[in-house]
């Protein structure tokens, strides 16, 4: 309807103010804001393929805009109003990541766009997690967590009142857009004043200090942000330089010449001084939470290639455990590398052996063919010809090991334990009022959409990949 704007524009309004936010709340991450873009001219600087194709792709403008954050919720309300929140910014839930199985007790979804035209305008998004309560072992202490949270309100009536609008209306005018950001910015604001007494702080920390986290403030503070850099291994050994402490290694897949789905690294948590609720006045402590992050993304991989990596990146974890302060480090990255030498390093391998998502497209020299000639009906023989071109979908989302290790780092190592749980899709479906959507079948759908219309710019039809299984 006239007179609304795009939720890629509140989306993006959205992620400007809260990366002003962050910056001030976290000078650190400003620092690492300034070393991302220092490595990034740098790399475009020497690589002048990479710099022409991200020119062409229109993206050289917005190489350092931020590219995720994170918070942790604590109810199942909570969940449900923050589905409608960033429904508002154009984003939805895709993938549940059960993090309980890497001693985490939560379970999370990505918000996200979906669109490719959205994606490409502004890809923010945000992994969200909800506390598991039932995880909690000590039955006085959950009830304790669960009346806490159910106290608090951690969105304004006026965002409220603004979600609300949107979703009768079916959108919101350029004013109130402005208005639903500086609202829903109080929701992700940190608060230096804790809701909970020192004492049950420390009962709350000693269960896990995530449950303390999520349970002793007002609401769910950003806990990080993520700009892409476009050399996450520069960045990382960097960071020193730049007074910032870095997480041990790297989560993901190893470097590669065919960037495979998410690098991912991180600096550690910084502690914040607070001041606990009390009695005869506040009394003074710290909180670990808030850090910032860089990401490096490559290729989407089907299902068969997602196999493979979680069995390579099994193998390596089992061989080689990093400790707390980083002691094996350099021996993860060399078995991760030398693991890895199992998964084809070329576009064309990655393809043929149905390992990872293509998009295709009908070249000049196709198009040209097909207004004289009857092109062959074979997918292969196209791609030979030169008539049929394919490039990397990238992967869009989060990984469940990576996002435990990018966790564990800023909560301690020592925190490791196990929880004997089934996970909890349906749980977390109920929650949050909506199914989450299965992030391989947007990247399948995707394929499959691109290769229809370059078949169909052939002259051709109904064509299928015949890829090897
Ligand atoms: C989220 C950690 C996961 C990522 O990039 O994998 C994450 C958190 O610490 O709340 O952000
Ligand atoms: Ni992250």
Redesign the pocket.
């Known amino acids: 309807m006239a007179g609304f704007v795009s939720t890629d524009r509140i989306r993006t309004l959205f992620t400007e103010a809260m990366s002003r936010m962050y910056r001030a709340e976290v000078p650190q991450y400003g620092t690492l804001l300034e070393l991302v873009a220092d490595v990034n001219a740098e790399v475009l600087a020497t690589d002048t393929a990479l710099r022409s194709r991200l020119t062409r792709a229109g993206e050289l403008d917005r190489i350092d805009v931020e590219r995720?954050g994170?918070i942790?919720l604590g109810t199942a309300e909570e969940l449900f109003t923050i589905r409608r929140l960033f429904a508002v910014m154009g984003m939805e839930s895709v993938g549940y990541y059960d993090l309980s199985v890497a001693g985490v007790p939560v379970h999370s979804t990505c918000f996200r766009p979906v669109d490719q035209a959205a994606l490409s305008v502004n890809p923010f998004r945000v992994?969200t997690?909800l506390l598991r309560l039932e995880l909690i072992e000590d039955e006085e202490l959950r009830a304790e967590a669960a009346e806490i949270l159910a106290r608090r309100r951690i969105y304004t009536d006026r965002a409220i009142q603004l979600i609300e609008r949107h979703e009768q209306a079916g959108g919101l005018t350029e004013a109130e857009a402005g208005e639903f950001v500086s609202q829903a910015l109080e929701t992700f604001r940190w608060h230096g004043e804790a809701t909970v007494s020192a004492a049950t702080y420390k009962r709350l920390h000693d269960a896990h200090r995530l449950i303390a986290d999520v349970v002793s403030f007002k609401g769910p503070h950003i806990?990080?942000l993520?700009p892409r850099t476009l050399d996450i291994d520069a960045v990382q050994a960097r960071m020193p330089e730049r007074g910032i402490t870095p997480k041990a290694v790297i989560e993901g897949p190893p470097r590669r010449a065919c960037d495979i789905l998410l690098r991912?690294t991180s600096f550690k948590a910084l502690e914040e001084a607070i001041a606990f609720a009390g009695e005869s006045g506040a009394t003074k402590g710290t909180h670990t939470a808030r850090f910032g992050?860089i990401e490096q993304r490559g290729v989407a991989l089907t299902a068969k290639g997602r196999a493979l990596y979680d069995r390579l990146l099994a193998s390596v974890r089992g061989e080689v455990q990093v400790g707390a302060a980083g002691a094996k480090a350099g021996d993860y990255d060399s078995e991760l590398a030398e693991q890895f030498r199992e998964l084809p390093d070329s576009w064309s391998e990655l393809r043929t052996q149905d390992l990872a998502f293509f998009h295709y497209s009908a070249t000049p020299e196709g198009i040209a063919a097909a207004v004289s000639e009857t092109l062959p009906d074979d997918v292969e023989t196209l791609i030979a010809l030169g008539y049929l071109g394919f490039d990397p979908i990238v992967y869009e989302d989060?990984l469940p090991v990576?996002?435990a290790g990018?966790?564990q780092s800023?909560l301690g190592t020592d925190q490791q334990q196990n929880y004997a749980t089934r996970s909890n899709r349906t749980a977390f479906e109920e929650a949050l009022g909506a199914r989450v959507t299965d992030e391989l079948d947007l990247y399948a759908e995707r394929q499959a959409r691109s290769l229809d219309a370059a078949i169909g710019l052939l002259g051709l039809a109904g064509l299928q990949l015949k890829t090897v299984a």
Request: hydrophobic letters at 40%.
């Open positions: 995720h994170a942790r992994f997690s806990n990080h993520t991912q992050e989060f990576s996002a990018i966790f800023n």
